[in-house]
């Protein structure tokens, strides 16, 4: 039973349109949810996070937002560039704790120039 | 320059023999992660390591082996049992059990035939 699940397997999006990758997950207790990034053959880079308390969190380009009524987080990336090309996962700790993530199964972002 | 070192990045063996995956980190970092990545299926816990000598067991971990003998290693050990060994594994580590500080290596690319 999947708790992060990103229903769309891939995106592609314009030079220097948004991009707008989901996420929606299944536990209300969850309260912290974080953004990765992964090129191919590389480890993931951590992008953003945010906490259940807030809905927006903003990190130049780009913005994190967390709908907690309807279990859903989207990372928005404003304009796109054709370096954000990438897999994109979203990924939280345990109700209570943060000892471990689970990732959703990803997006695979590209830019096309 | 501090990081995570995986080796070897690529690594092929027969079926029916074990195989070990390296992953050193000179963070200074408590937790050591382990993570399979599956196209279509995002990151997979196998095991983790809060502190030197103690493990617990991810989502999959069976038909793998850890120890944590040193704070800097956290080998994996792929056993004959594992029925679909073919993947990428990805080591992490952070600094303070904590994933908001979750640092990745780039991977070990293993193919079983």
């Known amino acids: 039973d999947q708790q992060v699940k990103q229903n769309s397997p891939s995106l592609s999006v314009q030079e220097g349109r948004i991009s707008i990758l989901n996420c929606d997950y299944t536990?209300?207790?969850?309260?912290?949810f974080l953004w990765y990034k992964k090129y191919p053959a590389e480890g993931p880079t951590f992008l953003i996070s945010i906490s259940s308390i807030k809905d927006k969190n903003e990190d130049g380009r780009f913005t994190v937002f967390l709908n907690k009524s309807a279990k859903h987080l989207s990372l928005h990336i404003v304009p796109s560039q054709p370096g954000d090309s990438a897999v994109y996962f979203c990924?939280?700790?345990?109700?209570?704790?943060?000892?471990?993530?689970?990732f959703g199964t990803g997006t695979r972002l590209t830019i096309i120039p | 320059d501090g990081g995570i070192t995986q080796s070897p990045k690529y690594l092929f063996r027969k079926e029916g023999q074990n195989v070990t995956l390296s992953c050193e980190q000179n963070l200074n970092h408590d937790a050591m992660y382990w993570y399979r990545q599956d196209p279509g299926q995002g990151l997979r816990l196998i095991y983790y390591?809060?502190?030197?000598?103690?493990?617990q067991k991810g989502d999959i971990a069976e038909g793998y082996s850890v120890s944590r003998e040193k704070k800097e290693s956290f080998p994996l050990t792929v056993t004959s049992a594992q029925k679909n060994p073919t993947a990428f594994y990805l080591c992490a580590s952070s600094r303070d059990g904590t994933v908001s500080s979750l640092h990745f290596g780039n991977g070990t690319r293993l193919t079983v035939t």
């Open positions: 536990n209300s207790m969850f309260d912290y």
């Open positions: 990924a939280v700790p345990p109700p209570f704790g943060n000892e471990k993530l689970t």
């Open positions: 390591s809060q502190i030197v000598n103690d493990f």
